[in-house]
């Protein structure tokens, strides 16, 4: 089961986050039938949206990433909201590198009326280097990430997750020299244990790499991949739009078909369903 273990290290000087989001990442790759090359940033960026959503302080809170790759080469929009439900989708093969592209992150407190808006340049194609630049950079809070999705010969997740180490304000130079030498650490046995897939399990990592430094409670959190569109919803759209816009589409194309990009599912409406709505 997918997880988020949270707690502090080094006398509470620094936030430490050991994540596992193997069979969130394995349902977008089944919903999305991608490309090898969208499916591996999708998976990374979802990641990164689960982690972002594991530290939203309202229950209102929501977050939404999105990775624009350089010269239309595609982009890779991911949400997230409190419940730590997850989702995302690629649009376009994001086949070539990313290095040059951006990175937008919208994050909805919940307690604010306008949302926190960064973005950031890319400067590397590794998911981690993007994630600690964005937080570097937007939010001036140093970050340590080591996030990896791994996928076997067919196409399927065999491990997403990792670890994401963050300075709290006025930790003490102590503390960041011992987080650096422990996140080190942790990125040599990932290392030499990456090609033996013995980590896939965030559990077995917290114990294995981190049990000795920690400093606070452990707060399990359970991420998923859910899409929240509704009947609903998409009815509540469309009575936007208007009636006699939605009967011109209707005569034009015999149906209004609206698309769900994140679960990639079609919503229809015939002119007699149109007609109920209003
Ligand atoms: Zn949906």
Redesign the pocket.
């Known amino acids: 089961m997918d997880k988020i273990l949270r707690t502090l290290m080094c006398d509470g000087q620094v936030s430490l986050a050991v994540i596992e989001t193997t069979e969130l990442v394995q349902k977008a790759v089944e919903i999305h039938k991608t490309s090898p090359a969208a499916c591996n940033i999708l998976g990374g960026l979802l990641t990164c949206g689960a982690y972002i959503a594991s530290s939203l302080k309202s229950t209102r809170g929501s977050v939404s990433l999105t990775v624009k790759a350089k010269e239309g080469d595609g982009a890779v929009s991911v949400s997230a909201d409190a419940d730590l439900h997850v989702?995302g989708y690629a649009d376009g093969a994001c086949s070539h590198t990313l290095k040059g592209g951006t990175l937008t992150v919208v994050r909805e407190d919940g307690f604010s009326a306008r949302p926190f808006v960064g973005t950031c340049e890319i400067l590397s194609d590794d998911i981690s280097d993007i994630l600690e630049t964005y937080f570097g950079q937007s939010e001036q809070i140093p970050t340590a990430a080591a996030i990896e999705v791994e996928f076997d010969e067919d196409g399927k997740c065999v491990w997403a997750g990792g670890v994401v180490m963050q300075l709290l304000p006025d930790a003490s130079e102590m503390s960041i020299w011992e987080a650096t030498d422990i996140f080190d650490q942790y990125e040599e046995r990932d290392h030499i244990a990456g090609r033996h897939i013995l980590y896939t399990d965030a559990q077995v990592i917290l114990e294995d790499v981190f049990r000795p430094y920690v400093s606070g409670e452990v707060t399990t959190l359970f991420p998923e991949y859910k899409?929240?569109?509704?009947e609903e919803k998409i009815r509540g759209v469309l009575a936007s739009v208007g009636k006699a816009e939605l009967l011109k589409i209707c005569e034009e194309l015999g149906e209004v078909k609206v698309h769900?990009?994140?679960?990639?599912?079609d919503y229809v409406y015939e002119r007699k369903r149109i007609e109920e709505i209003f």
């Open positions: 989702r899409c929240n569109c509704s769900c990009h994140y679960c990639n599912k």
